[in-house]
């Protein structure tokens, strides 16, 4: 449910975090396909070591729906082995690749005609896809209107007495759609800033409070 106090501290907060760090552009991918398996990818790791691993796939011309079938689990897992759990990596990989053939031909134009509520329980029965991934895909890959939660997220609005810190997955993200204007465009922009403003400021370990462009907010 809106509050109105809720509704002016968040866009309060996505305003200034923009006028700091500008556009984001995110999710840094050529296709949506390369969107959906650095959304993979990233689980448990940082960007940094999943932009090895796509190099690494890109390098063999493999990243595509039917390069990525034709190769073993072993061969794939050793290709995305900078992205750390590579062999349940490639296993989540080849779970979404049955179900993207199985449902939509492989035709990423054709999934995201689906409904974003018929395609997020779709993609939630996938082994090893969770809320956090299935909604990365939807906003960054499909263009869906849905707010990405990550660890990020939560620290930062639990610092901030926005989320509680045992805050569930869908509680916050029930804060974020039910005060924001429900704009793909917004909810991308603004989880991108989150990102930069928790890798950089809000750290787990050693914030940098006091020159946080939240700081007072």
């Known amino acids: ?9 968040l866009n309060r907060i996505f ?3 923009y006028s700091v ?22 689980q448990n790791t940082n960007w940094s070591n999943v932009e090895k691993a796509i190099r690494s796939l890109k390098n063999k011309k493999c990243l595509n729906p ?14 995305i082995k900078s992205a750390g759990y590579y062999n349940i990596k490639a296993e989540r990989l080849k779970n979404f690749l049955k179900f993207f053939f199985d449902s939509y031909s492989a035709d990423i134009k054709r999934m995201g005609s689906q409904d974003l509520v018929t395609l997020r329980k779709q ?11 299935a909604d ?17 997220t939560k620290r930062i ?5 926005l989320l509680a810190e045992d805050v569930t997955y869908e509680q916050a993200q029930d804060i974020f759609m039910g ?39």
């Open 66 to 79: 039917r390069g990525l079938s034709r190769l073993s689990p072993d061969k794939l897992g050793n290709l």
């Open 123 to 133: 993609l939630l029965m996938v082994k090893g896809i969770g809320p956090e991934t």
């Open 179 to 217: 005060n924001l204007k429900n704009d793909k465009n917004m909810f991308n922009e603004y989880h991108a800033l989150l990102v930069k403003l928790g890798k950089d400021y809000c750290r787990k370990q050693n914030p940098k409070c006091e020159s946080c462009p939240l700081h007072g907010q």
């Open 15 to 17: 305003l200034r975090l």
């Open 21 to 42: 760090f500008g556009p984001q552009h995110w999710w840094p991918a050529d296709s949506g396909f390369e969107v959906i398996v650095g959304a993979i990818l990233t």
């Open 136 to 152: 990365s895909i939807l906003l960054y890959a499909l263009h869906k209107p849905v707010f990405v939660i990550d660890a990020y």
């Open 1 to 9: 449910m809106g509050s109105p106090d809720i509704k002016r501290r």
């Open 157 to 161: 609005f639990s610092r901030h007495h």
